[in-house]
C-alpha cells in the first residue's frame, strides 16, 4: 500500500487538472474516473488497495474537485483534457475505470488507443439504451428540443437536495445511514463556484451526442471484446437494472458483481471492490503475460 499524491498539470490550452497518483509507475495503470456530482475523492477508499499491484492515476474532470473549468465543455474536450494528462505522465497500456460521466470520457479515450486498453471496471456506468428508465424523459425531450423551458425541466437536480439525492436516492435506509453528508455537502460547494454550473449544464447537454455514439461503443465493444469487470449498486435511481444485462450481453465473458448500494457505490462498498478489482487487474496481467510468451516457451 502507498501513498496517494495530489497533483496539478497545466494543460496546453492553460487549464489546470488536479489528480491523485498512487503506486509505481513500473505498474499496470488504471485510470479512474468519476462521474457527477464529485470528483477523485469517490475513490479514496480504493485508492490504497489498488496501489498495491497498479499505478493509480484518479484525474477531477474540468470543473469538477479542483480541477478548473475548461472554456469550451463537451466530453470529447475532457477527453482529450485526461489524454494531455495521460501523455504527460506517459501512460501506455491501462484500465480504465468508468462512471456515469465518466462513461463518455473513458469511452472517448479508449476508442482512440483501444490497443492500449488492458481491460474495462464499470461501475454504474450507461452504454445502452436499455439503462434509460422514465425519469429521462425530460433530459431526452432537452436533447431533441433545446428550449429554455426544456433546459429547466432537464435541470432540476442542480440543486443541494439534488446532489445529495445522487448520493442516497433510492437507497436502503440502512444502507444510506453509512454514507457521510460531507460528500455531498462538498460537491455542492463545488458546483457553487464560479462556471461550475455553466459547466453541468453544458454536459448535460452533450450527454445527448455522447448516447449518439452507442452504435459505434457497441462496434468497439463488439469488436474489441476488452476483459471486463462490472460491479453495479443495484438501487441506482438513474441507470436501469437492465443495463446491466445490456453490458453482458455486449461483452460475454465479463465479470459482474451487484451490490446492495446507490449511485455512487463506493461510499458503501469500497473494501469489496477494492479486492475485485485487484484481482481482475492481476488475473488479466497474468494471461496477458502468458499469452505475450515467445513460440516453444516451456509452459511447465
Known amino acids: ?88 505522465l506517459a501512460i501506455g497500456p491501462r484500465y480504465v475505470y468508468l462512471h456515469d460521466f465518466g462513461a463518455p470520457v473513458g469511452f472517448h ?17 450507461n452504454a445502452h439504451r436499455a439503462g434509460f428508465g422514465p425519469q429521462w424523459a425530460a433530459t431526452m425531450a432537452y436533447w431533441s428540443q433545446p428550449s429554455r423551458e426544456n433546459e429547466a425541466a432537464a435541470t432540476t437536480h442542480l440543486t443541494f437536495e439534488g446532489t445529495r439525492y ?15 453528508a460531507e460528500g455531498w455537502e462538498e460537491d455542492w460547494r463545488v458546483m457553487c463556484l464560479p462556471g461550475r454550473m455553466d459547466t453541468q449544464r453544458a454536459l448535460i447537454a452533450d450527454y445527448g451526442n455522447y448516447v449518439a455514439r452507442f452504435d459505434a461503443i457497441a462496434d468497439y465493444l463488439a469488436r474489441r471484446q476488452p476483459p471486463s469487470l462490472m460491479l453495479w449498486g443495484r438501487h441506482d435511481p438513474f441507470f436501469d437494472l437492465s443495463e446491466v444485462l445490456s453490458w453482458m450481453q455486449a461483452l460475454p465473458r465479463m465479470e459482474a458483481h451487484i451490490f446492495d ?20 487487474i492481476r488475473r488479466t496481467r497474468r494471461a496477458g503475460e502468458r499469452t505475450e510468451e515467445p513460440e516453444g516457451a516451456s509452459r511447465t
Open 109 to 125: 479515450i479508449a476508442m482512440q488507443e483501444p490497443s492500449r486498453v488492458l481491460g474495462l471496471i464499470v461501475q454504474n456506468a
Open 166 to 180: 445522487q448520493y442516497v436516492g433510492n437507497v436502503p435506509p440502512d444502507v444510506a445511514a453509512r454514507i457521510p
Open 1 to 88: 500500500m502507498r501513498t496517494a499524491h495530489r497533483q496539478r498539470f497545466r494543460l496546453s490550452g492553460g487549464t489546470e487538472l488536479s489528480f491523485v497518483t498512487a503506486g509505481e509507475a513500473s505498474d499496470p495503470a488504471v485510470l479512474l474516473l468519476h462521474g457527477f456530482p464529485s470528483s477523485a475523492r469517490t475513490f479514496r477508499g480504493v485508492i490504497p488497495e489498488l496501489s498495491r499491484a497498479a499505478y493509480v492515476i484518479a484525474p477531477d474532470l474540468p470543473g469538477f474537485g479542483e480541477s478548473d473549468v475548461l472554456p469550451a465543455v463537451s466530453f470529447a474536450a475532457f477527453g482529450r483534457a485526461v489524454s494531455e494528462l495521460l501523455d504527460h
Open 261 to 280: 448500494a446507490g449511485h455512487l457505490m463506493l461510499e458503501t462498498h469500497s473494501a469489496p471492490a477494492a479486492s475485485l478489482m485487484l484481482d481482475f
